[in-house]
T-cell receptor
């Protein structure tokens, strides 16, 4: 257990509303990631962070922003949600600093945009 | 560019059959890392194994075994004597050389259904 929690676990919202998903970890991991999972697409990287205030874009970053003001929290924001952002969102961390370390995932957030 | 291909979208087997899940990867790096994850119906992602590119030794863990072949850029996963509890989506992933922050690149997954 890598001590990762995500909130909310489920959310239904309407098109055009802002949404923020939170990833919280308790073990001081430096590297954090946001992925989305969609049928037929597997897991695709949205954004990632390599330290407080240090973030970078992933493969599908359009329409998303992130913030990391504390080591333990990595926030994903949909500024104006669209139906195409209906998905399951997973947060992940890499334990330690070594490049061979695996990623561990949070439980996921199921987001539905109507 | 880095890419992982899992050509099998869905596989269905009868319990106790052996099944192999294929994974083919593309990378220009000479050092890289390969991973397998399992996603059971409950939805969580569970790490199964990591393999370094410089270690081609195959690995066996109970009913699970992994065959890594650099010559064919493949990292296949075999379940022997499958069980219903093996039903899940399985993901293969690649991390190119970099640092611990380099994100994993995932294949699209293979859904395995084991029928009793």
């Amino acid at each position: 257990d890598a001590g990762i929690t995500q909130s909310p676990r489920h959310k239904v919202t309407e098109t055009g509303t802002p949404v923020t998903l939170r990833c919280h970890q308790t073990e001081n991991h430096r590297y954090m990631y946001w992925y989305r999972q969609d049928p037929g697409h597997g897991l695709r990287l949205i954004h990632y962070s390599y330290g407080v205030k240090d973030t970078d874009k992933g493969e599908v970053s359009d329409g998303y922003s992130v913030s990391r003001s504390k080591t333990e929290d990595f926030l994903l924001t949909l500024e104006s949600a669209t139906s195409s952002q209906t998905s399951v969102y997973f947060c992940a961390i890499t334990e330690g600093l070594a490049e061979y370390n695996e990623q561990f995932f949070g439980p996921g957030t199921r987001l539905t945009v109507l | 560019a880095q890419k992982v291909t899992q050509a099998q979208t869905e596989i269905s087997v009868v319990e106790k059959e052996d099944v192999t899940l294929d994974c083919v990867y593309e990378t220009r790096d000479t050092t890289y890392y390969l991973f397998w994850y399992k996603q059971p119906p409950s939805g969580e992602l569970v790490f199964l194994i990591r393999r370094n590119s410089f270690d081609e030794q195959n690995e066996i863990s109970g009913r699970y075994s992994w065959n890594f072949q650099k010559s064919t850029s493949s990292f296949n996963f075999t379940i022997t004597a499958s069980q219903v509890v093996d039903s899940a989506v399985y993901f293969c992933a690649l991390r190119p050389r970099g640092s611990g922050n380099t994100p994993l690149v995932f294949g699209k997954g293979t859904r395995l259904s084991v029928i009793a």
